[in-house]
């Protein structure tokens, strides 16, 4: 009896261990595959986990251009479900964009992550490359410089020349002298400058001939004709005149010829 008693009290022993194992086993399950929360992600260590039973532990980090400003990171697996993260991220934070020559940076849109800033080159300066930079994870990106703007080479005087000896294209604000071949006159400004725009601020100086203005015989031809046709209406035009006068004469000297003749005719009529 004793003996039945002692292997009913072993079985009955035994059942309560698997029924509390069992009830243990359910109430810790596993975890399913953690994921990242906001502008959060895992670690490359967690993403190596492929197991996660109840009480393992992952990490979450920043997302790429986010920088954490508090909490570990730290989840726990518990009871089949994964707690909070306390993990906060912000947006890094490019600072300003490094100076450059001649150029400066309008940032009114912000210098964090995914901000961009606009490039503006100095006066006589022109952009070369992008017209803006943005803010990355790595800093800011965008290739531009500012060039000095430059205008086409001067242009050549008849009688004259320009002091400039360089071959290359003038640069903004530099200054072209003129000057004239002996026995010509300067006319006009005898400088020209590069503008911001790649323009000269004037038209160049010209030179000017002792002689200029006079009108050459040999060489004006083209006015010879213009001038006999003057000279032949003008005469033209006097001979019609002069006809018509002595018209006028005739018949004026044969009107007062018969009014003289009239108180003869009448002493006539009365004989």
Not at 35 to 50: F, H, I, Y
């Amino acid at each position: 009896m004793e003996f039945l008693l002692d292997t009913c009290g072993q079985l009955r022993l035994k059942s309560l261990l698997l029924m509390y194992l069992f009830v243990w086993k359910a109430a810790a399950a596993d975890c399913p595959k953690p994921e990242g929360g906001k502008n959060t992600v895992l670690t490359n260590e967690s993403l190596l986990m492929n197991d996660f039973p109840d009480g393992v532990s992952a990490s979450l980090q920043c997302s790429n251009g986010y920088e954490k400003e508090s909490g570990s990171g730290i989840i726990t697996c518990a009871g089949g479900t994964w707690t909070d993260s306390d993990l906060i991220c912000r947006r890094k934070d490019c600072g300003q964009p490094r100076p450059q020559p001649h150029m400066r940076f309008n940032t009114t849109m912000g210098t964090l992550f995914g901000d961009i800033a606009e490039v503006i080159c100095d006066k006589g300066y022109t952009i070369s490359g992008t017209s803006y930079k943005q803010c990355f994870a790595g800093g800011w990106f965008g290739r531009s410089t500012c060039e000095i703007v430059t205008c086409d080479l001067p242009p050549e005087l008849d009688n004259g020349q320009s002091l400039r000896d360089a071959k290359d294209e003038p640069k903004y604000g530099e200054m072209i002298l003129y000057s004239c071949d002996e026995g010509y006159t300067l006319v006009g400004s005898d400088s020209i400058v590069c503008t911001e725009t790649g323009e000269y601020d004037s038209q160049p100086p010209h030179c000017k001939g002792m002689h200029d203005g006079d009108v050459d015989t040999n060489t004006d031809n083209g006015y010879v004709p213009v001038i006999i046709s003057v000279i032949c209406v003008t005469i033209v035009a006097l001979l019609v005149v002069l006809l018509l006068h002595r018209y006028l004469l005739k018949r004026k000297g044969s009107y007062d010829t018969r009014e003289d003749l009239k108180p003869e005719l009448l002493q006539f009529q009365n004989l």
